[in-house]
């Protein structure tokens, strides 16, 4: 079965510390693998998605598939980074297509 | 803001009522997924359809049920409501089985 899983509920770092937000998944195909990022009263919104590769607000994320894992990190964090932040998959094949799951989210606080 | 847009924000009402969430997806999606975000649940998939047609089917209780009209808007109709039921409903929007983009939320609160 298809999950997602965050293992940090929370996560507090000081400004300009490198930052690590973990994220496993299960999936018997081939997913696709998001990073949403989720300010305090705001949408949520796309911050990666694994087959693009590249870095938004310096954020880097790199599937690996024997790990089944795609971690998100940040050399060195801002206070503004400070969001709610969900990994997700989407589905590749029948039911799962174009779905999303969700990770239980990791929120991240930077400190100055 | 062409984005996807939801009403209303908020919404209180008590046990055993019926809600209407509306959606309206970017110009030119044709589908859009309907996602509840509650403490104990997460966020978890609810229903998707495409160009006016249910495509999938996720979590989704037999008191829910929704519809994507000609216009491509969604409503989400709640029904017989439950205290449970209190969570943050988002819409969200893609051309097709490409990123989706959400909506702010509606909030749903069950007295």
């Known amino acids: 079965a298809q999950r997602v899983t965050q293992p940090e509920k929370l996560l507090s770092v000081f400004k300009g510390a490198p930052v690590e937000l973990k994220c496993n998944y299960s999936y018997s195909g081939s997913p696709e693998l998001f990073w949403y990022v989720q300010y305090s009263r705001q949408r949520l919104q796309l911050l990666l998605r694994?087959?693009s590769r590249e870095s938004i607000k310096g954020f880097t994320a790199d599937l690996n598939k024997g790990e089944t894992s795609f971690h998100l990190k940040k050399p060195f964090a801002q206070e503004e980074d400070s969001a709610m932040y969900y990994c997700?998959?989407?589905?590749?094949?029948?039911?799962?297509?174009?779905?999303?799951?969700f990770g239980r989210g990791t929120q991240l606080t930077v400190w100055p | 803001d062409s984005g996807v847009t939801q009403t209303p924000k908020h919404l209180i009402t008590a046990t055993g009522q019926r809600v209407t969430l509306r959606c309206s997806p970017r110009?030119?999606?044709?589908?859009v997924y309907w996602y509840q975000q509650s403490l104990d649940q997460g966020l978890q998939f609810l229903i998707q359809?495409?160009?006016?047609?249910?495509?999938a089917k996720g979590n989704i209780l037999e008191r829910f049920s929704a519809q994507q009209f000609p216009d491509l808007h969604s409503e989400l109709n709640l029904s017989s409501l439950e205290l449970g039921d209190s969570a943050l409903y988002f819409c969200?929007?893609?051309?097709?089985?490409?990123?989706?983009?959400f909506g702010p939320g509606t909030r749903l609160t069950v007295l």
């Open positions: 997700a998959l989407k589905g590749d094949r029948g039911s799962t297509l174009g779905r999303l799951y």
């Open positions: 694994h087959i």
């Open positions: 359809y495409y160009n006016g047609e249910e495509r």
């Open positions: 110009s030119g999606d044709l589908s």
């Open positions: 969200a929007s893609s051309p097709y089985n490409n990123e989706q983009f």
